[in-house]
């Protein structure tokens, strides 16, 4: 693969029109891109689950991308294994592969344990395993694809800086990217894979990251932050029907962060569904996150910022959240934008 001998490289830093910056993604998704195993397209779907964790210089960590590329091939592997290179003549699959089926074979996991199962000692040190290993390869070779626009990095130093451009590209069309990464994703696999293990492969990479338990912050938010009525309705909550609700949705952001969580009776959460609600409450939600951030700083993520809030908030109305969900006189209204 062109690249992946790279050690430490910088992005083109020049302006580009929208049109080029198509053609960036264009590029890395062409036949013309080389493909020894499935990891590009495991590592970019890593960058664009990471969106919103970068820091304020839009810098993300290699533990932070590599723990996210270890849970995605989780399933891929151990629920469906998928081979994730062409059989070679040795008969050896990539090394994702043989870190987890090694550590299948050594007692430390068994295949079907989800991966937020995983004891966090031992998840450490599997993800650890496919940092040092899978880093050598593919991320010279994502870089190149991009034509050496995406990211700057440093193996050494371990972690990329997105190009300002790209990462507001990103963040307006990720939902287009994602289905094209998994489309293109599924190409490969469909060539390297028995025709029946390939059955429903969309799905199957569409759900690579599941949803993680929230109890924790449901504690967190009733208990130690006293929050006991719902967010969207008012409604006093009580034990046992507290439900935590993600925002901005969970199928934009995929991740669980406690700036982007609010506790919600059962009947809101439950109509408010795969929504957004109205801006307003992004203002209330700013308010609370403050005041979480005030009483107890270290349970805010360091790279939170209010404006970050607004701005996913905003990028995922333009990636097609566009039912807005509003507590009425009835339960609710729908209004489109």
């Not at 013309?32 to 990471?50: E, N, P």
């Not at 870190?99 to 450490?124: C, H, N, Q, T, Y």
């Not at 507001?168 to 998994?182: G, Q």
């Not at 006991?228 to 909550?237: A, N």
Request: proline share 2%.
């Amino acid at each position: 693969m062109a690249g992946h001998n790279l050690k430490e490289e910088s992005y083109k830093d020049k302006i580009l029109t929208e049109d080029e910056l198509w053609s960036v993604f264009c590029a890395m998704f062409s036949s013309r891109a080389r493909h020894d195993t499935s990891y590009k397209f495991g590592f970019f779907k890593s960058i664009l689950d990471s969106l919103y964790n970068v820091d304020a210089r839009l810098m993300l960590t290699f533990e932070q991308l590599f723990d996210k590329f270890t849970e995605i091939y989780w399933n891929l592997i151990l629920k469906y294994h998928l081979k994730q290179k062409a059989v070679t003549k040795n008969g050896k699959g990539s090394v994702i592969e043989r870190i987890l089926w090694e550590a299948v074979a050594r007692g430390e996991i068994v295949p079907d344990i989800s991966f937020e199962a995983v004891p966090d000692e031992m998840k450490r040190i599997i993800c650890g395993k496919v940092r040092m290993k899978c880093k050598e390869n593919v991320v010279g070779a994502l870089f190149r694809d991009s034509g050496d626009l995406m990211y700057s990095f440093s193996k050494k130093a371990e972690y990329i800086q997105l190009n300002p451009q790209i990462y507001t590209f990103m963040t307006k069309h990720k939902k287009i990217l994602e289905k094209l990464n998994y489309f293109e994703w599924a190409k490969y696999l469909e060539k390297v894979n028995e025709d029946n293990s390939t059955k429903n492969l969309l799905n199957h990479l569409d759900t690579l990251t599941l949803r993680n338990d929230l109890s924790i912050y449901r504690r967190i938010l009733f208990e130690e932050f006293e929050e006991h009525t719902c967010f969207y309705c008012g409604r006093e909550l009580q034990h046992g029907e507290v439900h935590v609700d993600h925002f901005i949705p969970w199928s934009f952001i995929k991740d669980d962060n406690l700036w982007n969580l609010v506790l919600s009776c059962p009947q809101c959460n439950l109509k408010k569904s795969d929504r957004l609600t109205s801006d307003t409450y992004v203002e209330a939600l700013v308010t609370r996150n403050r005041n979480i951030a005030e009483k107890q700083p270290d349970r805010m993520s360091p790279d939170y910022r209010d404006d970050k809030l607004r701005m996913v908030y905003y990028w995922a109305k333009y990636n097609g959240y566009n039912e807005i969900w509003i507590p009425g006189k009835r339960g609710y209204t729908i209004e489109k934008i």
